[in-house]
């Protein structure tokens, strides 16, 4: 081989950001899809359009090269986390925790060989899963992709779904044409950081290791083909930069001899690093960059650094031949383009009976039962109110990693065929017993009901941005159905939907039966399989579910648990007596003012985000999109995080419009209290009006400040609000008449402030 293609073979790229063409030029030796990339760049891109773009980049990778040199075929990994959720249509199973709760090794097998067949339908080769965090604080936005607290737990499910993936290491169909590679991650100890994302796990070394390193002891041995390393650090050093862990521990005590891959960008966090030029990782013992957009720079710098002796072709030799290794293992050189392997294109395996059956076991299983003061089960034959707005909402029920990396934003139910919402599950059930269910979001109703189904919980997020200060709800949607139900003399079934355990003191009280969900994802007709009975009351199945983690007794969740880790209540065995509820909780009376985030990795909740050019307007969801006429794009950026920012690309005159409601303007009382924040960077100059407008239509021209910062790096911009058109405003407008590019990290209202003037730098 090259050095060049050599080179190649250690840069992974994202499908967004690279054609064929560049595959048939560079050869990358992996490439991969993130959570909000799609086949054309449409994250909703049906299934054939997945194995068309499998098919052309391995064809493209597998042309004949001059001199002889040997084809190395490129092999494509997504995040399928709980199914090959990327793909419409695909069975979404249960997020881990809830796997975890089920507490079923064999359940997890079946669901990882299921997630396999679905991988390999559209000509994927390698899935990101499972993830072996253990998880010790669940403020942590990633926390449901963790099956436990408990190390034990977490390696015994981890084993589980690596031989679902893969097959079991020395059958005969191990990693064949209807398996995937796994890949066990984050290494290591990504769940200690004390609830956040990317952060550092402190304390004593042999502690950390025992506790968050050994469930990769198993899964290694179970035949795990690759690891990919954590963002986060130990005791202050990077993962991605420490030897003493790429090498020493996972390659020399551990005994991996499979391929180490990076996450995404996370090499540029090494100190004295960025994302195109990072030597240090290699060295430590990284095998694979994962750098989606900025592969060019990275490819460039690690020739150069690998001509100039930088990086020692024995270290380069060393991470090919890993990345060869289990390329062979896997079978790549003799398995026939993604097109024509053996399930390639068989779409009734996406979604299938048999796997969408599995996933309803699996819901049915995870269920923890925490109260019940003899509602449940529920008469089949009984006239049932389902309220709230998550019960017939599939995307909310999925959690984050559901068709978009965050899920949820414009995701309806269309967007899920073949699933069954949890309000579909019981009526289904209730029409089969000759009773009756009526969806009611608000939880009225004409005719009083015989019980009601609360549905709620948190929307749903993915890793950073699910980062939460605390363990309390603030939606209290939930909460204010209960209350109004109870208070009509109509018995409640509280179903919580969260991807942590949460305080849920007052509605535990409220509610007269209590069942923590968790993200059970495209089958809800697994909860209500246990919930509701026959037409006579007798169960259909029975709560089996336990929990993995404590659950909190206090929104802060200090002192004793409310219940303990392994508690569950089931239909068989009397319900222990709640201990008193304690239902004040600090964070919710303290005051929501001081700093209103607008945007601040994502859009604050009420926050309406659109593009305007001329008379037209677009909605854009997740705060990415293009406007009419594609005269403005919202794009992802990373920041300090995968897309925790925005690139904004005027090529037309157009304004982007963000607005709110009044409530969250009560902080900001009198007109001249408060400024408007913009964290932002620009290249050049503007060549035309750029202005920031109040709702009102007042305008401040931002023209003087960009010019005086072009090119001088990130900026704040502080606009007072009496500029704006003062407290009482309810959007802002940010609009350019000529082209223009820009990029912001966060966008904020602040009480106070010094800004006095209305424009010029600031």
Not at 695 to 707: C, M, N, R, S
Request: charge should be negative; proline fraction near 6%; glycine fraction near 12%.
């Amino acid at each position: 081989m090259s050095v060049e293609h050599k080179v190649a073979q250690l840069v992974e790229p994202d499908i967004g950001s690279i054609t064929p063409e560049d595959m048939r030029r560079y050869r990358f030796g992996t490439i991969l899809n993130g959570g909000n990339s799609g086949p054309g760049g449409d994250d909703k891109a049906p299934a054939p359009a997945w194995l068309a773009l499998a098919d052309a980049m391995y064809r493209a990778g597998t042309e004949p090269l001059p001199n002889g040199e040997p084809v190395i075929p490129p092999i494509w990994g997504i995040d399928a986390v709980h199914g090959n959720n990327n793909i419409v249509g695909a069975t979404l199973f249960p997020h881990n925790m809830a796997l975890g709760a089920a507490h079923d090794p064999e359940l997890v097998r079946r669901i990882g060989a299921a997630t396999a067949e679905e991988i390999a339908v559209i000509g994927v080769d390698w899935a990101f899963a499972p993830t072996l965090a253990v998880v010790q604080d669940t403020r942590w936005g990633r926390s449901y992709e963790s099956f436990s607290e408990d190390p034990e737990q977490v390696a015994q499910m981890g084993v589980a779904e690596v031989e679902g993936l893969q097959g079991k290491l020395g059958a005969k169909d191990f990693l064949d044409q209807r398996h995937v590679l796994a890949s066990i991650k984050h290494f290591f100890a990504d769940g200690g950081t004390g609830g956040v994302d990317q952060g550092d796990t402190r304390g004593d070394l042999d502690a950390i290791i025992r506790t968050h390193a050994s469930p990769y002891i198993p899964a290694i041995k179970a035949g795990a083909q690759t690891v990919m390393a954590s963002f986060s650090s130990i005791n202050g050093q990077k993962m991605h930069g420490n030897k003493a862990f790429l090498t020493d521990l996972l390659r020399t005590r551990m005994g991996f001899d499979g391929l180490l891959a990076g996450d995404w960008n996370a090499h540029g966090q090494v100190p004295g690093c960025s994302n195109t030029d990072c030597p240090q990782a290699l060295l430590s013992g990284l095998d694979v960059f994962m750098v989606p957009n900025d592969w060019r720079g990275l490819y460039d710098s690690l020739l150069r650094e690998v001509r100039d002796g930088t990086i020692p072709m024995s270290r380069l030799d060393e991470a090919v031949g890993r990345v060869l290794r289990v390329k062979l293992r896997y079978g790549v050189f003799e398995k026939p383009a993604p097109g024509k392997r053996a399930l390639a294109g068989q779409w009734g395996l996406l979604g299938s009976p048999d796997h969408r059956a599995l996933a309803r076991e699996a819901v049915a299983k995870s269920l923890v039962l925490l109260k019940n003061d003899g509602v449940l089960p529920i008469k089949g034959s009984a006239q049932i109110l389902v309220a709230g707005h998550a019960a017939d909402d599939i995307a909310q029920a999925a959690g984050g990693w559901s068709i978009t990396w965050q899920g949820g934003g414009d995701l309806t139910n269309a967007d899920f065929p073949g699933a069954t919402s949890i309000f579909a599950g019981i009526a289904a059930a209730a029409n089969a017993a000759g009773g009756h269910a009526t969806l009611s979001p608000d939880g009225s109703f004409a005719k009083r009901p015989d019980v009601a189904v609360v549905v709620f919980g948190e929307k749903p997020y993915a890793e950073f941005v699910g980062d939460r200060p605390d363990h309390a709800l603030r939606d209290e949607e939930g909460l204010t159905l209960l209350r109004k139900l109870k208070a009509a003399g109509v018995p409640t079934v509280a179903v919580l939907l969260s991807g942590r355990p949460l305080w849920m003191n007052r509605e535990l009280a409220a509610a007269d039966a209590f069942v923590a969900a968790w993200l059970p994802g495209s089958e809800g007709a697994g909860i209500s399989d246990v919930l509701i009975g026959d037409a006579k009351g007798r169960a259909r199945k029975d709560f089996s579910g336990k929990l993995t983690f404590a659950w909190p007794s206090a929104c802060d969740a200090s002192g004793k648990p409310l219940f303990a880790h392994d508690f569950g209540g089931s239909y068989h065995q009397p319900m222990p007596g709640l201990p008193a509820l304690g239902q004040t909780c600090a964070a919710l009376q303290a005051s929501a003012g001081n700093i209103f985030e607008i945007f601040h990795k994502r859009l604050a909740g009420g926050v309406d985000a659109s593009i305007r050019a001329g008379t037209d307007e677009v909605q854009l969801h997740g705060f990415v999109g293009s406007g009419p006429r594609a005269a403005l794009r919202v794009l992802g950026f990373d920041y300090s995080a995968q897309e925790d920012a925005r690139e904004l690309r005027w090529t037309a005159p157009a304004e982007l419009r963000l607005t709110w409601s009044a409530d969250q303007m009560q902080p900001f009382n009198g007109a001249n209290s408060g400024e408007v924040v913009l964290r932002y960077t620009i290249d050049q100059a503007p060549t035309g009006p750029v202005t920031l407008s109040g709702e009102g239509g007042k305008a401040v021209d931002l023209v003087p400040t960009f010019t005086a910062f072009a090119a001088h790096g990130w900026q704040s911009a502080h606009i007072p609000l009496a500029c704006l058109g003062g407290s009482g405003i309810r959007g802002l407008a940010l609009a350019s008449a000529a082209p223009l590019g820009m990029k912001i990290a966060t966008i904020e209202l602040r009480p106070g402030g010094q800004a006095k003037a209305c424009t010029g730098p600031m």
